[in-house]
Every structure is written in structure tokens, then in C-alpha cells.
């Protein structure tokens, strides 16, 4: 059974920085490409950014190019999101996703707020 289990989430300032983890288990998360989302309330699910698999090429949505940085632990078969620069407008749930097949997979979300 493949579980995506996201962690870090929390409070911070504006201008803060957070890292997200995502541990995987079930499948090899090297093999496949690894998303990030998040949904704020009231609003629809955002795609974030996505590390394609078995490399380290990386892609960016236009809102959080060059704040937020994807990568992937091999090793530890986790992905993560370090966060830097934090803005009132990311607070948010976060998820990470990873398709198997036809079907996408998310894990149950960490929360992000960031307030002074």
C-alpha cells in the first residue's frame, strides 16, 4: 500500500522560512515524478512545484519561483519543500502527490501559516 505522509507545517513570520517533508512508503519515490499543492481556504487546490523523476530537474510555479525549492532524499525515500520568504498568501494546507498509473496519490496535508 503506498502512504504519502507529509510533516513541518506550522507557524511562522512573514520572511520565514519552513522545510515540508513528505515520506513515502510502498513504492521507490525515485521513480516517479514528485508534486507539491496546497489549497488555502476557500479556494482551489495549486500546483506548486514538481521534481521529475530518476533526476533533479525541477519546475516552479510562477507564485513561488525562486522562494520555494523542491527536492528529493533518495535515501530516505522523502521528498521535501524548503520555503523561504514566507507571505501571508501562503498560508495554506500543504500536500504532496505523486501519480501511480492513472491516479493520483496525496498525503493527508500539513498546515502553513504564516502571521506576525
Known amino acids: 500500500q503506498v502512504q504519502l505522509v507529509e510533516s513541518g507545517g506550522g507557524l511562522v513570520q512573514p520572511g520565514g522560512s519552513l522545510t515540508l517533508s513528505c515520506t513515502v512508503s510502498?513504492?521507490?519515490?525515485?521513480?516517479?515524478?514528485g508534486h507539491w499543492f496546497r489549497q488555502a481556504p476557500g479556494g482551489e487546490r495549486e500546483f506548486l512545484a514538481t521534481?521529475?523523476?530518476?533526476?533533479?530537474?525541477?519546475d516552479y510555479a510562477n507564485s513561488v519561483k525562486g522562494r520555494f525549492t523542491v527536492s528529493r532524499d533518495d535515501d530516505k525515500n522523502t521528498l521535501h519543500l524548503q520555503m523561504d520568504n514566507l507571505k501571508p498568501e501562503d498560508t495554506a494546507v500543504y500536500y504532496c502527490?505523486?501519480?501511480?498509473?492513472?491516479?493520483?496519490?496525496w498525503g493527508q496535508g500539513t498546515q502553513v501559516t504564516v502571521s506576525s
Open positions: 502527490s505523486i501519480r501511480e498509473g492513472g491516479t493520483r496519490l
Open positions: 510502498g513504492v521507490n519515490v525515485t521513480t516517479y515524478d
Open positions: 521534481i521529475v523523476s530518476f533526476t533533479t530537474v525541477t
